[in-house]
């Protein structure tokens, strides 16, 4: 199984600061004949499911504030938030879906200083 | 638009049974491998399972605390995914939800939520 280890387990950051959350993955989610790389960030606030940010690593999805962003490759990725806001108060996941199981990073909690 | 909607979770005793349904719309559902996911409460995400299309053969896999319990079928002419929670354990108490890595673009639904307690 490949292993996905978030830092740091906590972060509190200023409204309007960045945010940077990392994820490292025990092999490489770098599939070479397409060069993606199977890697995906959600959002989650308390009480609500899981709301997908990132796909394909640096792939918004649609309705995402252009606030968030991923970027990395192979076994290191990144999502920042910049100019966090107080909505964006939630536990962050990283996951790898390049292949079964599915596994997703312990989480990174995200509160306002 | 990929939309995956969950239904059939709810309160259960230990012991019990339950049929998990995701219906699946925006995108040609016959042609995609459809996964199950689960979180316990306060707790981070679990992988269950997952099957594969047809014409791939149609595999399940499992985690080894699910296998010979759990079982996961489709139902490409409803467009449907379906989980078959049975031996239910108060361990199993999570929100359930199905999703799908396609090749453009990951699906997920919002969740059902199944309460195993006596």
């Known amino acids: 199984d490949i292993a996905m280890i978030q830092s740091p387990d906590s972060l509190a950051v200023s409204l309007g600061e960045r945010a940077t959350i990392n994820c490292r993955s025990s092999?490489?989610?770098?599939?070479?004949?397409?060069?993606?790389?199977?890697l995906a960030w959600y959002q989650q606030k308390p009480g609500q499911p899981l709301k997908l940010l990132i796909y394909?690593?640096?792939t918004r999805e649609s309705g995402v504030p252009d606030r968030f962003s991923g970027s990395g490759s192979g076994t290191d990725f990144t999502l920042t938030i910049n100019s966090l806001q107080a909505e964006d108060v939630a536990v962050y996941y990283c996951?790898?879906?390049?292949?079964?199981?599915?596994?997703f990073g312990q989480g990174t909690k995200v509160e306002i200083k | 638009e990929v939309q995956l909607v969950e239904s059939g979770g709810g309160l259960v005793k230990p012991g019990g049974s339950l049929r998990l349904s995701c219906a699946a719309s925006?995108?040609?559902?016959?042609?995609?491998?459809m996964n199950w996911v689960r979180q316990a409460p306060g707790k981070g995400l679990e992988w269950i399972g997952r099957?594969?299309?047809?014409?791939?053969?149609?595999?399940?896999d499992y985690i080894a605390p699910v296998k010979g319990r759990f079982s996961i079928s489709r139902d490409d002419s409803k467009n449907t995914l379906y989980l078959q929670v049975n031996s239910l354990k108060t361990e199993d108490t999570a929100m359930y939800y199905c999703?799908?890595?396609?090749?453009?673009?990951?699906?997920w639904g919002r969740g059902t939520l199944v309460t195993v307690s006596s």
């Open positions: 099957i594969k299309s047809k014409s791939d053969g149609g595999a399940t």
């Open positions: 996951q790898q879906y390049y292949s079964t199981p599915w596994t």
């Open positions: 092999r490489s989610v770098l599939y070479s004949s397409n060069n993606k790389n199977y």
């Open positions: 394909w690593a640096s």
């Open positions: 999703a799908t890595a396609t090749s453009t673009t990951l699906g």
């Open positions: 925006g995108f040609t559902f016959s042609k995609e491998w």
